[in-house]
């Protein structure tokens, strides 16, 4: 492989990790079936090595950027840009006793990302270009429909999506209240069907609901033709997930908050998804991403990248089996307002790399992204 080298004549080695974190308010008071929030704080993490450098992020606890200045910094430093896998083994081996699924999942995730974007630009390639292309359009869908929307807000953000932008799919959260807002739900069920007509429509309770309530809702979704419900109940509860997926017509989906490549096997063993999702931010970055989209692609099944869409972008056109990415209103604001280099998704599909900028393609954006900084 050529390419830049370290002065040593040898490979370029990573020089330093920066950390930042970024906290941005939400539009309006926003909430699914099992929390809510006000705003939503990223950690950005910068990788320098021969004068370029890599930018990633994960979205979640500002603690992350303490464990990568802890933990994981002094895990990389000086090993050589090249083997990101390698150098997201050794960030595995530093978080062990300090918990690799959670917060210490998100630093690496974000490292590991900011990694192979520095390796991409140090080689002048876009992303998935060093990675390999199988596709070069990717779909997404619209995702937002939080439970705090009245019925104006919702018909207006779903129609911006499937009328304006032309996106063909969308989804919306139910599950109100740990499910205890049943009747609400179908109301907006509907209200979401007759907003995008003949669009696919799908739902995500977010583990809100019994495993009884999903399967007695699911009559409901078929009235409305939903055809992919995402967590009826919690992505812990695999059995359970199994028996919905047994019991309903609609694509019973999870993995979202999968930390380690275990875990997604342990959910496709047990049969509890017939799609299965996946994190870039939290799951251990591009490198584990792209091995659990094999796990998937060895059963047969799809995978789908859940939000921070510019990050799972350029990764989804490298497998043969994703599904689509999930154009999640919160993470597209921000994406949009704190970097450049931002994605069209007019017409239900992104196309990564087309513009032929290196690395994932994001800048962030100074003056603009300072105000929302924390410290």
Known sequence: MSGPSGADGGQPR???????????????????????????????????????????????????????DAHLAPAVTGRPVWDVPAANEAMTRAVRNAARPGIAGHAVSAVDIALW?????????????????????????????????????????LRGWTEDLGIPRVKIKIGESWGTAGDRDRRRISAAR??????????????????????????HLDAEDVT?????????????????????????????????????????????????????TRCGGVTVWLRAAALAEARGLQISGHCAPHLHAHAAAAVPNLRHLEWF????????????GALDPSGGTVRPGAGGSPGHGMELRGPDAERYREG
């Not at 930042?20 to 929390?35: M, N």
């Not at 995008?196 to 699911?218: M, W």
């Open 329 to 340: 209103h919160d993470h597209v604001r921000i994406e949009r307002t704190l970097f450049t």
């Open 14 to 68: 990573i020089e330093a990790l920066r950390t930042a974190v970024y906290t941005v308010p939400t539009e309006v008071p926003e909430a699914d079936g099992t929390a809510a929030w006000t705003a939503t704080t990223l950690v950005t993490v910068h990788a320098e090595a021969a004068g370029a450098t890599g930018l990633g992020w994960t979205y979640g606890s500002p603690a992350a950027a303490a464990v990568v």
């Open 194 to 219: 007759r907003s995008v007509g003949s669009a696919e429509l799908y739902v995500d309770a977010n583990g809100g609901c019994t495993a009884k309530q999903a399967v007695r809702l699911a009559a």
């Open 117 to 157: 974007d520095l390796k991409a630009r140090l080689l002048g390639l876009p992303l998935v270009s060093l990675l390999g292309a199988a596709r070069e359009e990717v779909p997404v869908y619209g995702s937002g429909g939080f439970t705090t929307y009245d019925d104006t807000r919702q018909d207006r953000q």
């Open 228 to 280: 992919w419900f995402e967590e009826p109940v919690s992505s812990d509860d695999l059995p359970g997930l199994a028996r919905i997926r047994d019991a309903v017509r609609q694509d019973v989906t999870a993995g979202e908050y999968g930390y380690t490549l275990a875990y997604f096997e342990q959910m496709l063993a047990a049969g509890a998804v017939d799609c299965l999702q996946a994190d870039v």
